[in-house]
């Protein structure tokens, strides 16, 4: 392990993108990989304790996100920060928290390459426009859109056509899959999982209710029971029960239960 090297630190919770990183990551030339991690909160540990000079972070991970991560460590010891994704939806984040990088997954060789010569700047440079000016052109690498564009439109607070993802980014056995929010009918929760329900398939992602509904535009999706959201578009019947509680009959013919807690929700369908 050379002085010279950068320092680079890998937080993702699949182990099989993980694993893929490192490897990429350790046949590269002035790279030494210090330390692995699998969620966010043994991340801040490694991270305080082994001081990286980078650290590769996925933004969408149970429990602690990659977003969450940066602002739980003290200011002194946040490395320079890539954000690894597999969607655009939260470029304007990356900019709050002024990441040195932003890329999709799986990350390819030439693009890898690019983001740690954006670290090697930046670690050399305190010029914070230039930073800024890397971060936007990264950002409109993945959303084909000009510098110039996303500037204006950061500018006046806005960033796309909705802050909502078109898709939502579903990883299971090492395999990102992008389902469109639109095609979603219904989705409930298995304990730890959620089981989203489009187009006749199920998906399952190890992410919390909260943290799900967050990505889903209200005007679409609404919470009926503590363990279940609905595609208002989607429900054909709304039928009251005398204890208080909806039964919502979907256009598929699937039959949902509202609780009584969430009954004034109803206003949503009419």
Known sequence: MSDNNLKVIIVDDEPLARR???????????????????????????ILALQPDVAF????????SGLEL????????IPQIV????YDQYAVEAF???????VLK???EERLNKALQRVREKLGSENLA???????????????????????????????????????????????????ARDIDWIDAAGDYMCVHASGETHVMRITMKELEQQLDPKVFQRIHRSTIVNLKRVREICAHINGEYHLVLNNGERLKMSRSYKNKVQHFI
Request: net charge negative; glycine share 8%.
């Open 20 to 46: 893929g990183l490192r490897l990429r990551l350790e046949n590269l030339a002035g790279v030494d990989v210090l330390a692995e991690c699998g969620n966010g909160r043994e991340a801040r540990e490694q």
């Open 57 to 64: 972070l996925d933004i969408q991970m149970p429990g602690v």
């Open 70 to 77: 940066v602002q739980l460590l003290p200011k002194e010891s």
């Open 83 to 86: 954000f690894v994704t597999a």
């Open 96 to 102: 709050e928290v002024n990441a040195v990088d932003y």
């Open 106 to 108: 799986p990350i390819e």
């Open 130 to 180: 230039a930073q800024r000016e890397q971060l936007l052109e990264a950002v409109a690498d993945l959303t084909q859109e000009t510098p110039q564009a996303l500037e204006q439109k950061l500018a006046a607070g806005e960033f796309g056509s909705s802050r909502y993802p078109e898709k939502i980014a579903i990883k299971d056995a090492g395999k990102i899959t992008l389902v469109p």
